[in-house]
């Protein structure tokens, strides 16, 4: 048996044991499964589940000898009984095998087992109908094989080919004029079908009528009377006949009427079919074979016209300058518009038989048969067809009447008219409720899609009736909504906006669909949108053609839009976007991203767009932002231009009009969740043009002065756009933050935003571009905070916004955005505190000022007691111990409105009003001007009165303020936690805040707070600004800038004036530079010449950190540098001497700038040319401090400076007073330097570091010792033992060079590589100076005069302090020698040479070199640079020698650009010992002198 059976040979063997019982049980189990059919096979049915393969292999087994047929002949014989079909089964398997036998040759020797079974069925009947004559015959069922093969032929001959001969029409006319009288007779009660059958039965019985002929009149009667076709059908029920009789007769009838040209006179056998198949009696495959044409013509038809579409589509966006191609494009839209209109016209369908019927059915409401033929075509192909359209909606409008009717009623004075519903009870019933227009006209509604169109007046009763729906729609508690909610979704998106775009301009049906569109929220309505423009306009032909159209004639508009022709522009845009938007917007959109000059004109061309089409404009908007598209453009250095041109469209169309904005704020939120800062462009630009609110970095001096005032003050004069422009927008902006709760969140993730985007944008290839972007995050978070803390009620705000905990916390957010966002809910709680216990006091309007000021320190600690208690845990313990928590806060809450009052801002803007009426002023502005007068001075008295509150609340906290902790200094970790922690996050976050940190530290002082130094704060602030410089961004840039100005302005006030000094500085706490521990009360103070010599010691720092910046040749450094010197031109550089390094260096940025970064070259040259305006009018070094002199005294000793010069400050060369007094003055001044240096120790650690000085037997001390003795001995010495003490001294020198000078060559020996890179830095450096000193000789011809000889003395005043003393040394030799000069120097140079060639780069020192020796290394290269000097020196003066009639001004000139080239080698030189150079060790050795002379 084959492999898979039911039975195997052991079944066959076993028979009588268990074989029989498993076949009869195995059928029997078969049959009981399939009890209908069981004979039949089912696809992919199992061979243990199919009787066929049972039987098959029982009956096989005994034709092969596998069972006996005596075995099985009863079993046979009972298996005919078990089912009726049981005896057909058996002899289509003996059919089988009959052929398997006749066939194959391996089962040919079986046949005999075969002709036996045969014999054995008793089935004879059967087996003569199916079994060949052959097989008959040799099984002897038939004797005469010739005869019963004759008597077969008859038999067909006589069942199918032969004619019964029946009576026609013309033969028994009585008979048919009875029938035809009979069956058209007037319908009545009385006569129903069950009494015209009887007619009819005894008609043809006693006239022998044919029954065919019979039926054909029936069907004739009904054709001619539809109305009555309840009757005619249910006596077509009752009449003997099939539905293929009926379908041949129909059939014929179609045919006739096909060849004789059809018409509308065969509409009535249409209606008849469509009659007869809603009432079951045909069957519709039975009549459609009889239907012309072919369906496969049809859908050929169809995919013409896509084709036909799509070559469309693409033509528009070819362009071509051809004439020919041209008039081929004409030739092309008239052949389109010839086929629209054919398509339009009725008659051309009315020879397409299939078409007809279905109108036939959707006229007699069978729905069903219409879906079934529907399904044969592509989708929407029949209802692309009007007449077929027409229908259908003809049948909706049946079916939406009750519930129209119901919902929408009419004035009495209109008579709508009423749709009748179809007068038959198998028509589609009317829907009655909302529930039944769901399920019974809104898949009509969907297969009829955008062919809705033909009917108007059905989209608006659809449109209207949902409306009413809609409104009635409430939410459940799991969120969800109705059935009808969702379903008209569906109905929107292949309904109603499709059928939109086939309309032509019908703005009313737009702003229909929009009454109801608005019902949903933007999520869904963009959805919609999206398949609109997307997807539905692809799928039908007449919409892409619909489209391609629009596209052509926007482009042609676009073409010739301008700012003069915006009238015509904007009614053609109207036109077009009236019914299909979206393609029309999509391509301007495009425009605007190329060519931002367009902007203006568009926006202005919107003006008569439906609120559909404002509508779809957003999400146009948005999904052409959601593009995957590249936002970085020139190498990831800046924003991509149709990013920002697309923003700045956003601002202006969204103020304009009134376009929904939950859209663009999503989208904006969602790009921050997702960490892309990039997008914050877009809400920058809607705040700023919607909400009137711009950023405050780009104000004037006067408008950031408003900015300090009052609220109407700051309205009025501190923002260009004038409120009743924003007005309506700004009301719209933030009902839309607030209706889709965006306002807090987006402030938080912008804030969060801001401090992740430098980590999350390393990626980038340059800084700029990351910086841009920190600056986009700060200014747009300032300026959306602004808005909204200006527009949103507090009562709105509190409870929308964390408290400052869960800020500082949760929210992930730095002290200075949560107080920023807090700030405002501190100051509304402490108003209505205050205004609370004002009210509370009985005679509030006769409250003094003292008074208030009582009730509003109450409310500060009601108020801020809380918020101090809730910050503190947010910061480490040891943040408190150095300062306290209020202060912290005070600092943080407070404002510059809180400090200042500006007086002058509101005098101008006072006087700028002129109440007064005129001839061109009407009176209602008049009264508004003086209403405004009184307002601004109603503020300008209250804010003067709460500055002097706030000023009372700082007096009385600022003894809790900073606290003194043990006996080491308390103003270092003090001052370091105060900049930290409060003024540089502060001093960066916006101008104003940067005005207001300036404004802070001087308030701090003139408070005179306790235990808090004013010049130590100063000095952490100047001392090394390379590193603040050097993070700062741009922006940050201008408000470090700021606030540096605004410190500077400060400090140069009491630099500039001893009576200004003496009178705010001079006993204050922020000047004491000694503090008796044990007491902690300050006696010592800095008097007035050691404050400008630290001024002048702050502006050297700022010079040297900025230069430093200027050469470090990094972008970022180089950028901020001139920024900030440009935003503290004003006050900075204040020297001559310090304005010429800083040009220089200024210049050789503008040179190497020039073709590489031109926007660092722009700035260069910007602040240039500012600094030469100013640079005529600033002091010399001496007018700004007194210079320390160098006296006879400093003399150099073997070649070493001996002594240093004096202080010059007061009390030191006065020659007053005793000799304890005058070291008592310059113990003073050693203590002011150690002050400017931010050293304040307290007077026990000074002394016991004195001591450890003293106890250390060094050279230098003995040295000192010596010359402190020589004031009282020295002058007993003779001249000759000085001079032997000095050459001795001079050789042990020499001796000490020569080793220093031996041990580098043999290190050099050891490391070749070392040398190598020596000598390339030592060629580096002399083509440096070979370069320099060409420089020189250049400036040197060009002069034309030269200064006399007050110029070398003048210029000793800047030397480094090592080589000023050998200088001033030399200059007493005799200069008349220029050859002893010559050989001196040349001398000198060979040193020098000599020394480099041995000398290791610092970059990998000697392990063995020790201190002493690199400094003796320092001092000797610092001296051949002074032999350079010298010689231009001597140059110079020999020619000043020559020259001795020239000006005063020329010798001014002179020392100016000698002075000018001493400085510039100190500040901008690039050798590793620079730093030995630095004007500040010179003060600290000269300091460090006095210290050792006392």
Same mark, same amino acid.
């Given at each position: 048996?084959?492999?898979?059976?039911?039975?195997?040979?052991?079944?066959?063997?076993?028979?009588?044991?268990?074989?029989?019982?498993?076949?009869?049980?195995?059928?029997?189990?078969?049959?009981?499964?399939?009890?209908?059919?069981?004979?039949?096979?089912?696809?992919?049915?199992?061979?243990?589940?199919?009787?066929?393969?049972?039987?098959?292999?029982?009956?096989?087994?005994?034709?092969?000898?596998?069972?006996?047929?005596?075995?099985?002949?009863?079993?046979?014989?009972?298996?005919?009984?078990?089912?009726?079909?049981?005896?057909?089964?058996?002899?289509?398997?003996?059919?089988?095998?009959?052929?398997?036998?006749?066939?194959?040759?391996?089962?040919?020797?079986?046949?005999?087992?075969?002709?036996?079974?045969?014999?054995?069925?008793?089935?004879?009947?059967?087996?003569?109908?199916?079994?060949?004559?052959?097989?008959?015959?040799?099984?002897?069922?038939?004797?005469?094989?010739?005869?019963?093969?004759?008597?077969?032929?008859?038999?067909?001959?006589?069942?199918?080919?032969?004619?019964?001969?029946?009576?026609?029409?013309?033969?028994?006319?009585?008979?048919?004029?009875?029938?035809?009288?009979?069956?058209?007779?007037?319908?009545?009660?009385?006569?129903?079908?069950?009494?015209?059958?009887?007619?009819?039965?005894?008609?043809?019985?006693?006239?022998?009528?044919?029954?065919?002929?019979?039926?054909?009149?029936?069907?004739?009667?009904?054709?001619?009377?539809?109305?009555?076709?309840?009757?005619?059908?249910?006596?077509?029920?009752?009449?003997?006949?099939?539905?293929?009789?009926?379908?041949?007769?129909?059939?014929?009838?179609?045919?006739?009427?096909?060849?004789?040209?059809?018409?509308?006179?065969?509409?009535?056998?249409?209606?008849?079919?469509?009659?007869?198949?809603?009432?079951?009696?045909?069957?519709?495959?039975?009549?459609?074979?009889?239907?012309?044409?072919?369906?496969?013509?049809?859908?050929?038809?169809?995919?013409?016209?896509?084709?036909?579409?799509?070559?469309?589509?693409?033509?528009?966006?070819?362009?071509?300058?051809?004439?020919?191609?041209?008039?081929?494009?004409?030739?092309?839209?008239?052949?389109?518009?010839?086929?629209?209109?054919?398509?339009?016209?009725?008659?051309?369908?009315?020879?397409?038989?299939?078409?007809?019927?279905?109108?036939?059915?959707?006229?007699?409401?069978?729905?069903?048969?219409?879906?079934?033929?529907?399904?044969?075509?592509?989708?929407?192909?029949?209802?692309?067809?009007?007449?077929?359209?027409?229908?259908?909606?003809?049948?909706?409008?049946?079916?939406?009447?009750?519930?129209?009717?119901?919902?929408?009623?009419?004035?009495?004075?209109?008579?709508?008219?009423?749709?009748?519903?179809?007068?038959?009870?198998?028509?589609?019933?009317?829907?009655?409720?909302?529930?039944?227009?769901?399920?019974?006209?809104?898949?009509?509604?969907?297969?009829?899609?955008?062919?809705?169109?033909?009917?108007?007046?059905?989209?608006?009763?659809?449109?209207?009736?949902?409306?009413?729906?809609?409104?009635?729609?409430?939410?459940?508690?799991?969120?969800?909504?109705?059935?009808?909610?969702?379903?008209?979704?569906?109905?929107?998106?292949?309904?109603?906006?499709?059928?939109?775009?086939?309309?032509?301009?019908?703005?009313?049906?737009?702003?229909?669909?929009?009454?109801?569109?608005?019902?949903?929220?933007?999520?869904?309505?963009?959805?919609?949108?999206?398949?609109?423009?997307?997807?539905?306009?692809?799928?039908?032909?007449?919409?892409?053609?619909?489209?391609?159209?629009?596209?052509?004639?926007?482009?042609?508009?676009?073409?010739?839009?301008?700012?003069?022709?915006?009238?015509?522009?904007?009614?053609?845009?109207?036109?077009?976007?009236?019914?299909?938007?979206?393609?029309?917007?999509?391509?301007?959109?495009?425009?605007?991203?190329?060519?931002?000059?367009?902007?203006?004109?568009?926006?202005?061309?919107?003006?008569?767009?439906?609120?559909?089409?404002?509508?779809?404009?957003?999400?146009?908007?948005?999904?052409?932002?959601?593009?995957?598209?590249?936002?970085?453009?020139?190498?990831?250095?800046?924003?991509?231009?149709?990013?920002?041109?697309?923003?700045?469209?956003?601002?202006?169309?969204?103020?304009?009009?009134?376009?929904?904005?939950?859209?663009?704020?999503?989208?904006?939120?969602?790009?921050?969740?997702?960490?892309?800062?990039?997008?914050?462009?877009?809400?920058?630009?809607?705040?700023?043009?919607?909400?009137?609110?711009?950023?405050?970095?780009?104000?004037?001096?006067?408008?950031?002065?408003?900015?300090?005032?009052?609220?109407?003050?700051?309205?009025?004069?501190?923002?260009?756009?004038?409120?009743?422009?924003?007005?309506?927008?700004?009301?719209?902006?933030?009902?839309?933050?607030?209706?889709?709760?965006?306002?807090?969140?987006?402030?938080?993730?912008?804030?969060?935003?801001?401090?992740?985007?430098?980590?999350?944008?390393?990626?980038?290839?340059?800084?700029?571009?990351?910086?841009?972007?920190?600056?986009?995050?700060?200014?747009?978070?300032?300026?959306?905070?602004?808005?909204?803390?200006?527009?949103?009620?507090?009562?709105?705000?509190?409870?929308?916004?964390?408290?400052?905990?869960?800020?500082?916390?949760?929210?992930?957010?730095?002290?200075?955005?949560?107080?920023?966002?807090?700030?405002?809910?501190?100051?509304?709680?402490?108003?209505?505190?205050?205004?609370?216990?004002?009210?509370?006091?009985?005679?509030?309007?006769?409250?003094?000022?003292?008074?208030?000021?009582?009730?509003?320190?109450?409310?500060?600690?009601?108020?801020?007691?809380?918020?101090?208690?809730?910050?503190?845990?947010?910061?480490?313990?040891?943040?408190?111990?150095?300062?306290?928590?209020?202060?912290?806060?005070?600092?943080?809450?407070?404002?510059?409105?809180?400090?200042?009052?500006?007086?002058?801002?509101?005098?101008?803007?006072?006087?700028?009003?002129?109440?007064?009426?005129?001839?061109?002023?009407?009176?209602?502005?008049?009264?508004?001007?003086?209403?405004?007068?009184?307002?601004?001075?109603?503020?300008?008295?209250?804010?003067?009165?709460?500055?002097?509150?706030?000023?009372?609340?700082?007096?009385?906290?600022?003894?809790?303020?900073?606290?003194?902790?043990?006996?080491?200094?308390?103003?270092?970790?003090?001052?370091?936690?105060?900049?930290?922690?409060?003024?540089?996050?502060?001093?960066?976050?916006?101008?104003?805040?940067?005005?207001?940190?300036?404004?802070?530290?001087?308030?701090?002082?003139?408070?005179?707070?306790?235990?808090?130094?004013?010049?130590?704060?100063?000095?952490?602030?100047?001392?090394?600004?390379?590193?603040?410089?050097?993070?700062?961004?741009?922006?940050?840039?201008?408000?470090?800038?700021?606030?540096?100005?605004?410190?500077?302005?400060?400090?140069?006030?009491?630099?500039?004036?001893?009576?200004?000094?003496?009178?705010?500085?001079?006993?204050?706490?922020?000047?004491?530079?000694?503090?008796?521990?044990?007491?902690?009360?300050?006696?010592?103070?800095?008097?007035?010449?050691?404050?400008?010599?630290?001024?002048?010691?702050?502006?050297?720092?700022?010079?040297?950190?900025?230069?430093?910046?200027?050469?470090?040749?990094?972008?970022?450094?180089?950028?901020?540098?001139?920024?900030?010197?440009?935003?503290?031109?004003?006050?900075?550089?204040?020297?001559?001497?310090?304005?010429?390094?800083?040009?220089?260096?200024?210049?050789?940025?503008?040179?190497?700038?020039?073709?590489?970064?031109?926007?660092?070259?722009?700035?260069?040259?910007?602040?240039?040319?500012?600094?030469?305006?100013?640079?005529?009018?600033?002091?010399?070094?001496?007018?700004?401090?007194?210079?320390?002199?160098?006296?006879?005294?400093?003399?150099?000793?073997?070649?070493?400076?001996?002594?240093?010069?004096?202080?010059?400050?007061?009390?030191?060369?006065?020659?007053?007073?005793?000799?304890?007094?005058?070291?008592?003055?310059?113990?003073?001044?050693?203590?002011?330097?150690?002050?400017?240096?931010?050293?304040?120790?307290?007077?026990?650690?000074?002394?016991?570091?004195?001591?450890?000085?003293?106890?250390?037997?060094?050279?230098?001390?003995?040295?000192?010792?010596?010359?402190?003795?020589?004031?009282?001995?020295?002058?007993?010495? !003779?001249?000759? $033992?000085?001079?032997?003490?000095? =050459? %001795?001294? +001079? *050789? &042990? /020198?020499?001796?000490? @060079?020569?080793? #220093?000078?031996?041990?580098?060559?043999?290190?050099?020996?050891?490391?070749?590589?070392?040398?190598?890179?020596?000598?390339?830095?030592?060629?580096?450096?002399?083509?440096?100076?070979?370069?320099?000193?060409?420089?020189?000789?250049?400036?040197?011809?060009?002069?034309?005069?030269?200064?006399?000889?007050?110029?070398?003395?003048?210029?000793?005043?800047?030397?480094?302090?090592?080589?000023?003393?050998?200088?001033?040394?030399?200059?007493?030799?005799?200069?008349?020698?220029?050859?002893?000069?010559?050989?001196?120097?040349?001398?000198?140079?060979?040193?020098?040479?000599?020394?480099?060639?041995? !000398?290791?780069? $610092?970059?990998?020192?000697?392990? =063995? %070199?020790? +201190? *002493? &020796? /690199?400094?003796?290394? @320092?001092?000797? #290269?610092?001296?051949?640079?002074?032999?350079?000097?010298?010689?231009?020196?001597?140059?110079?003066?020999?020619?000043?020698?020559?020259?001795?009639?020239?000006?005063?001004?020329?010798?001014?000139?002179?020392?100016?650009?000698?002075?000018?080239?001493?400085?510039?080698?100190?500040?901008?030189?690039?050798?590793?010992?620079?730093?030995?150079?630095?004007?500040?060790?010179?003060?600290?050795?000269?300091?460090?002198?006095?210290?050792?002379?006392?």
């Amino acid at each position: 048996m084959a492999a898979g059976g039911l039975f195997t040979l052991e079944t066959w063997k076993n028979w009588e044991k268990s074989g029989k019982a498993e076949l009869v049980q195995t059928i029997r189990h078969l049959i009981k499964e399939n009890g209908e059919n069981p004979g039949l096979s089912k696809p992919n049915q199992s061979p243990t589940k199919d009787l066929s393969r049972a039987l098959y292999e029982f009956l096989s087994a005994i034709v092969r000898g596998h069972l006996r047929r005596d075995y099985a002949r009863p079993v046979l014989i009972d298996m005919v009984n078990w089912h009726p079909d049981m005896a057909s089964q058996l002899v289509e398997i003996t059919t089988l095998l009959d052929l398997e036998t006749a066939a194959v040759e391996r089962f040919s020797r079986n046949r005999d087992n075969l002709l036996g079974l045969l014999k054995s069925l008793d089935a004879d009947r059967l087996l003569k109908e199916r079994l060949e004559i052959e097989t008959l015959g040799d099984a002897g069922i038939v004797r005469h094989k010739k005869n019963f093969h004759t008597k077969q032929i008859k038999v067909k001959t006589k069942l199918f080919y032969k004619q019964q001969k029946f009576n026609l029409l013309r033969e028994e006319t009585e008979g048919y004029a009875k029938l035809v009288t009979e069956l058209n007779q007037e319908i009545t009660d009385r006569i129903t079908p069950n009494s015209m059958i009887q007619v009819i039965r005894s008609l043809i019985g006693g006239f022998n009528l044919d029954p065919n002929r019979v039926l054909d009149l029936i069907l004739e009667s009904l054709e001619s009377r539809p109305h009555l076709h309840q009757f005619y059908t249910s006596l077509l029920s009752q009449y003997p006949c099939e539905s293929a009789t009926i379908s041949e007769i129909l059939g014929f009838k179609l045919n006739t009427s096909a060849k004789e040209g059809g018409g509308k006179e065969t509409q009535g056998i249409y209606t008849t079919i469509s009659l007869l198949l809603q009432a079951d009696i045909l069957q519709l495959q039975d009549i459609y074979v009889w239907l012309t044409p072919e369906d496969s013509s049809m859908a050929e038809e169809h995919q013409r016209e896509e084709a036909e579409a799509t070559e469309m589509a693409h033509r528009v966006n070819i362009v071509s300058t051809k004439d020919k191609d041209k008039e081929k494009e004409k030739e092309k839209e008239d052949e389109e518009r010839e086929r629209q209109e054919q398509q339009r016209n009725p008659e051309r369908y009315l020879n397409n038989q299939k078409i007809q019927l279905c109108i036939a059915l959707l006229q007699v409401g069978d729905w069903d048969h219409f879906q079934e033929i529907s399904r044969r075509f592509p989708d929407f192909y029949l209802v692309s067809i009007p007449p077929i359209s027409k229908a259908l909606c003809n049948l909706i409008h049946t079916l939406f009447e009750t519930v129209y009717r119901k919902v929408c009623h009419l004035p009495s004075r209109l008579q709508g008219t009423v749709i009748e519903p179809l007068d038959n009870p198998r028509a589609v019933q009317p829907a009655t409720n909302y529930n039944d227009l769901v399920l019974i006209t809104f898949p009509m509604l969907t297969a009829l899609g955008p062919h809705l169109c033909h009917d108007p007046g059905l989209m608006y009763k659809v449109l209207r009736t949902a409306r009413h729906g809609l409104k009635q729609v409430r939410v459940g508690p799991d969120g969800m909504r109705g059935l009808f909610y969702y379903e008209f979704l569906d109905i929107l998106d292949e309904v109603m906006l499709p059928a939109l775009s086939m309309l032509d301009s019908n703005p009313c049906m737009a702003e229909e669909i929009w009454e109801t569109l608005k019902f949903y929220p933007y999520q869904h309505r963009y959805k919609l949108y999206g398949r609109w423009k997307n997807e539905t306009c692809n799928q039908h032909p007449a919409l892409v053609r619909r489209r391609t159209a629009l596209l052509k004639k926007a482009k042609f508009i676009m073409m010739r839009i301008t700012k003069e022709t915006i009238k015509p522009v904007s009614r053609g845009i109207g036109k077009l976007t009236h019914n299909n938007p979206a393609p029309i917007f999509h391509y301007i959109l495009i425009q605007v991203q190329l060519y931002d000059n367009l902007i203006g004109p568009v926006v202005d061309s919107f003006k008569y767009l439906t609120s559909l089409s404002y509508d779809v404009l957003g999400y146009c908007i948005v999904e052409i932002l959601s593009e995957n598209k590249d936002r970085i453009a020139n190498d990831a250095m800046a924003i991509s231009s149709w990013l920002q041109a697309l923003s700045s469209f956003c601002g202006a169309v969204y103020k304009k009009y009134p376009i929904d904005l939950g859209g663009i704020l999503q989208f904006v939120a969602n790009q921050l969740k997702a960490e892309k800062s990039i997008d914050l462009l877009i809400l920058r630009e809607i705040v700023q043009k919607m909400g009137g609110t711009d950023t405050l970095e780009d104000l004037t001096p006067d408008q950031l002065d408003a900015m300090c005032g009052g609220e109407l003050l700051r309205r009025e004069a501190g923002q260009y756009q004038q409120e009743r422009n924003t007005k309506r927008s700004s009301v719209r902006l933030k009902e839309a933050l607030l209706e889709h709760d965006l306002a807090i969140p987006l402030l938080l993730l912008t804030a969060q935003q801001r401090s992740s985007v430098v980590y999350n944008q390393t990626e980038s290839p340059h800084l700029k571009l990351v910086g841009k972007l920190y600056d986009q995050c700060q200014d747009t978070m300032v300026q959306f905070g602004s808005y909204l803390f200006q527009v949103v009620t507090i009562d709105e705000l509190s409870g929308r916004m964390p408290p400052i905990g869960t800020l500082l916390s949760d929210c992930h957010v730095s002290a200075d955005v949560a107080f920023f966002l807090a700030r405002p809910l501190f100051i509304n709680m402490l108003n209505a505190k205050y205004d609370e216990l004002r009210k509370q006091d009985k005679g509030e309007k006769k409250m003094t000022l003292e008074q208030k000021k009582m009730r509003y320190l109450e409310a500060c600690s009601e108020v801020f007691g809380p918020i101090v208690t809730s910050i503190r845990p947010h910061f480490s313990i040891k943040v408190w111990e150095d300062m306290d928590p209020s202060f912290f806060l005070t600092f943080w809450t407070l404002t510059m409105s809180d400090l200042e009052v500006p007086h002058h801002m509101y005098e101008k803007e006072i006087k700028k009003i002129d109440p007064n009426p005129s001839s061109n002023k009407r009176k209602k502005e008049a009264d508004r001007l003086l209403a405004l007068k009184e307002k601004l001075q109603e503020e300008e008295k209250r804010q003067k009165e709460h500055v002097e509150r706030v000023l009372a609340r700082l007096q009385q906290e600022k003894d809790r303020w900073f606290t003194l902790r043990g006996a080491r200094s308390p103003k270092n970790d003090t001052v370091t936690a105060f900049l930290q922690l409060c003024l540089f996050p502060r001093c960066t976050f916006t101008t104003l805040d940067a005005i207001y940190c300036a404004k802070f530290v001087k308030m701090l002082h003139s408070l005179k707070t306790p235990n808090f130094s004013t010049l130590i704060c100063y000095d952490r602030m100047y001392c090394d600004i390379t590193y603040t410089v050097a993070s700062c961004t741009e922006q940050e840039a201008h408000r470090y800038a700021r606030f540096l100005l605004g410190t500077l302005e400060t400090v140069m006030h009491w630099h500039t004036s001893h009576n200004n000094y003496e009178r705010e500085c001079a006993s204050y706490p922020g000047f004491v530079t000694k503090y008796r521990v044990s007491r902690q009360e300050a006696n010592d103070y800095v008097d007035y010449e050691n404050y400008r010599h630290v001024v002048h010691k702050w502006h050297y720092k700022i010079t040297k950190a900025l230069i430093t910046c200027l050469e470090s040749g990094d972008y970022i450094q180089i950028r901020n540098a001139i920024l900030i010197l440009q935003g503290i031109i004003q006050r900075f550089p204040a020297i001559i001497n310090l304005a010429i390094v800083i040009e220089k260096r200024i210049e050789m940025v503008k040179l190497q700038e020039r073709n590489s970064r031109n926007d660092l070259y722009v700035l260069a040259n910007s602040y240039s040319g500012r600094l030469k305006a100013i640079k005529p009018n600033l002091p010399q070094e001496p007018e700004f401090h007194i210079v320390p002199k160098r006296t006879p005294a400093a003399q150099k000793v073997n070649g070493t400076p001996d002594s240093t010069a004096t202080s010059g400050g007061a009390g030191a060369g006065d020659g007053k007073g005793t000799p304890a007094e005058q070291v008592d003055g310059k113990q003073a001044k050693a203590e002011a330097m150690e002050v400017a240096n931010g050293d304040v120790e307290a007077k026990e650690e000074r002394e016991a570091k004195k001591g450890e000085n003293n106890s250390k037997p060094t050279k230098e001390k003995r040295d000192v010792a010596e010359k402190k003795g020589g004031g009282e001995e020295g002058e007993g010495k !003779r001249p000759e $033992e000085k001079k032997r003490e000095e =050459k %001795e001294k +001079k *050789k &042990e /020198k020499e001796k000490e @060079k020569e080793e #220093r000078e031996e041990k580098p060559r043999k290190r050099s020996k050891e490391s070749k590589k070392i040398k190598q890179e020596e000598e390339e830095y030592l060629e580096e450096r002399d083509e440096r100076e070979r370069g320099e000193r060409d420089r020189e000789r250049e400036r040197e011809r060009e002069r034309e005069g030269s200064a006399t000889s007050n110029t070398s003395s003048t210029s000793a005043k800047m030397d480094p302090p090592e080589a000023s003393p050998r200088g001033s040394k030399r200059r007493k030799t005799d200069h008349s020698s220029k050859n002893r000069g010559k050989e001196e120097a040349s001398r000198r140079d060979h040193k020098h040479k000599e020394r480099s060639k041995s !000398r290791e780069p $610092e970059s990998v020192p000697s392990p =063995k %070199e020790s +201190k *002493k &020796e /690199k400094k003796e290394r @320092k001092r000797d #290269r610092s001296q051949d640079d002074g032999v350079e000097v010298d010689q231009k020196r001597k140059k110079g003066g020999e020619e000043r020698m020559k020259s001795n009639g020239r000006q005063e001004d020329e010798h001014k000139h002179r020392h100016r650009q000698v002075e000018a080239e001493e400085y510039y080698e100190r500040y901008s030189s690039k050798d590793s010992h620079r730093a030995d150079y630095d004007y500040e060790r010179e003060y600290e050795k000269q300091t460090t002198r006095h210290k050792r002379k006392n």
